[in-house]
């Protein structure tokens, strides 16, 4: 079953115990409002709530699934199971915590949703594949880490051993912790535009800023624009992108 569930949904489910433990010490405290995303046969559930969430969501895309959840977790009045692709279910705005072993396959446009909801939430805890994780927390910037970056600090926790997976992957993995910033560095109303913004300049990443830019008038910002955009700061680039847009 695990190999055919991996080629249709890039899933690896996670079955080291020890692993499991250390994701669901990473929970700050009870009581809170959580969302599982892809709980699978719920190894990493069964953990979670111990925790004691006060709503407890949990959305699963493989119809498969879902009788064994319902026959793990129907007694616990405090958890709704949802057979949904996650990428067309809509986060509920009071979720303080969302939490996950992603599928590789659909990591970035999962952190891309989160972070286009009109209300993100505080903490996440999301296990990657390390690569990618390395771009998450890469401190050149980078067309995904840019835009995590106005909502979210970003920190690695711990690897993951491809052993501790059933269909075991062929790379490692990567824990990460994303704690919400006071103030997100973007407007909801600037997120459309700043995608758009982002895809263009990183598209050409080899090329300095002033030939990618080179039909905007940049010279007020004071900024060095014969470096790459890698270069930048996340603030600087966001200077940028205002003063196109302006």
Sequence with gaps: MYEILKKRYGQNFLIDKNILKKIYQLIPK??????????????????????????FELVEIDQNFIPTLKDKFSSYKNIKLTNID????????????????????????????????NNQPSDLILMFQKEFALRLIDK?????????????DTKKVFDVSKNCFRPSPKVNSSVL??????KPLLLNSEIEKFISFKQKVFSFKRKSLN????????????????????????????????????
């Design 30 to 55: 009870e009581n809170l409002n959580i969302l599982e995303i892809g709980p699978g046969v719920g190894s990493l559930t069964e953990y979670i709530i111990k925790t004691k969430p006060k709503i």
């Design 86 to 117: 996650i990428l067309k279910y809509k986060i509920n705005e009071s979720i303080d915590l969302i939490i996950s072993n992603l599928p590789y396959n659909i990591s970035s446009q999962i952190l891309v949703k989160i972070c286009l909801s």
């Design 140 to 152: 050149k910037l980078n067309s995904l880490n840019s835009l995590v970056q106005c909502f979210y």
């Design 177 to 182: 912790r994303f704690r919400k910033i006071e």
């Design 211 to 246: 030939k990618i830019l080179k039909n905007y008038d940049l010279s007020s910002l004071d900024l060095d624009l014969t470096q790459r955009v890698e270069s930048l700061s996340i603030l600087d680039l966001l200077r940028i992108f205002r003063k196109i847009n302006l």
